[in-house]
């Protein structure tokens, strides 16, 4: 069925373009009308920093299963949120920002009803990349997990929509303290999803601050999550451990020298071509379903799960504009969905 997207060029520019194609899901996939599409800095830096582009943009998606294909779990009319696959090539039907689009069951999840259709389209690449980043890839006990507290846990970047979701998640697991870098502006509310303790990022001593407050606390600073990506902080989380930290871990969302690497979409291989030549990261297909679980269940108890500033933006005009903000870095503390037609 004809319908219109935002394309995102091979020279990384946005357009709204009728998609010709007629998408059918296979096997254990759906076909979903969408409703909101949530925008990410990824929609538009994966064009220009991993040349995943020449396709419809965005990752991020709530909407109603259409058809269903032969092995999957859901069925036509079910309310559904998740993300699409990176990959590269991408094919356009896994694109977020498009009235129609195929998503596998593996990253789809039922929106249970005290989550509105907005909230679902933010939670995808957010939850999904803080759940990759604190239990898989660090390895701290799960909410519900009755483990022992592995201590104190740094996150960089509490106030993006990764920050905002990992402060929850850690919260509900137990872990404390939970130290968080954001401006100060948005210190309260970040305590309020979780955060015990806040920093202000711009401050000039901030790593000391952070090295100076461990210290005083007697507490061991083993693990930190760099949500930014920003090459300009890829190593500032690095900073913050103390000599004698010979065990700590970092994990960041870009890949740097001194940082384990956490994903969104772990389910596939994903290539593409770096400043150094090519890069390859091994499909995690076992940390993919374990994600998916995690996911489903807190989106099911975790009933003040949320997304703070939450704001719904009309038309694909509007869309490219709000994604472009997003991948420049302006949209601080602001998580965007796209409102399609059928909601318009």
Same mark, same amino acid.
């Given at each position: ?16 373009? *009728?998609? *010709?194609?007629?998408?059918?899901? =296979? ?5 979903? =009308? ?6 990410? &800095? ?33 069925? #036509? ?14 094919? #356009?039907?896994?694109?977020? %920002? =498009? ?10 999840? &039922?929106? &249970? ?9 933010? !939670? ?5 990349? #803080? ?6 890839v660090l390895g701290l006990p799960e909410p519900d997990s009755n483990l022992e507290n592995p201590g104190a846990l740094l996150i960089w970047?509490?106030?993006?929509g990764v920050g905002t979701a990992a402060i929850q998640l850690a919260a509900a697991a137990g872990i404390r303290p939970i130290l968080v ?5 948005? +210190? ?16 000039d001593d901030v790593v000391e601050q952070i090295k100076l407050w461990v210290s005083k606390s007697g507490k061991s600073l083993d693990y ?10 890829? %190593?500032?989380?690095? !900073?913050?451990?103390? @000599? ?14 001194? @940082? !384990? ?5 772990? #389910? ?24 998916? =679980? ?15 500033? !939450? ?22 503390? *602001?998580?965007?969905?796209?409102? +399609?037609?059928?909601?318009?």
């Amino acid at each position: 069925m004809p319908h219109k997207a935002i394309w995102v060029d091979s020279c990384d520019q946005l357009s709204i373009r *009728e998609i *010709e194609e007629n998408y059918v899901p =296979q096997e254990a996939e759906t076909l979903i =009308q969408v409703s909101f599409s949530g925008i990410n &800095p990824a929609d538009l830096k994966h064009g220009i920093y991993m040349g995943i582009n020449e396709n419809v943009a965005g990752y991020d998606f709530s909407g109603t299963v259409v058809e269903a294909g032969p092995g999957s779990r859901f069925i #036509a009319g079910d309310r559904v949120a998740g993300l699409t696959p990176a990959m590269n090539p991408r094919p #356009a039907k896994n694109g977020a %920002h =498009q009235q129609y689009l195929i998503a596998p069951d593996l990253m789809t999840f &039922p929106v &249970p009803d005290h989550v509105s259709m907005e909230l679902a389209a933010t !939670l995808g690449v957010a939850m999904r990349t #803080a759940i990759d980043a604190l239990f898989c890839v660090l390895g701290l006990p799960e909410p519900d997990s009755n483990l022992e507290n592995p201590g104190a846990l740094l996150i960089w970047g509490g106030a993006s929509g990764v920050g905002t979701a990992a402060i929850q998640l850690a919260a509900a697991a137990g872990i404390r303290p939970i130290l968080v870098t954001a401006s100060p502006q948005n +210190h309260e509310i970040l305590q309020k999803l979780g955060a015990t303790h806040c920093f202000n990022y711009r401050d000039d001593d901030v790593v000391e601050q952070i090295k100076l407050w461990v210290s005083k606390s007697g507490k061991s600073l083993d693990y930190a999550f760099d949500t930014i990506g920003h090459v300009g902080y890829a %190593h500032m989380a690095d !900073l913050c451990f103390s @000599s004698s930290s010979e065990g700590a871990r970092v994990v960041s969302t870009i890949p740097h020298s001194k @940082s !384990l690497n956490c994903f969104a979409t772990t #389910a596939n291989e994903l290539s593409f071509e770096g400043f150094t030549g090519t890069v390859t990261f091994a499909a995690r297909l076992a940390d993919a379903e374990r994600t998916s =679980q995690i996911l489903e269940r807190a989106v099911n108890k975790l009933k003040s799960l949320t997304m703070p500033t !939450l704001k719904t933006v009309y038309g694909y005009e509007a869309g490219i504009e709000a994604i472009a903000e997003s991948a420049e870095g302006t949209a601080s503390f *602001e998580k965007v969905v796209v409102a +399609h037609e059928n909601v318009v």
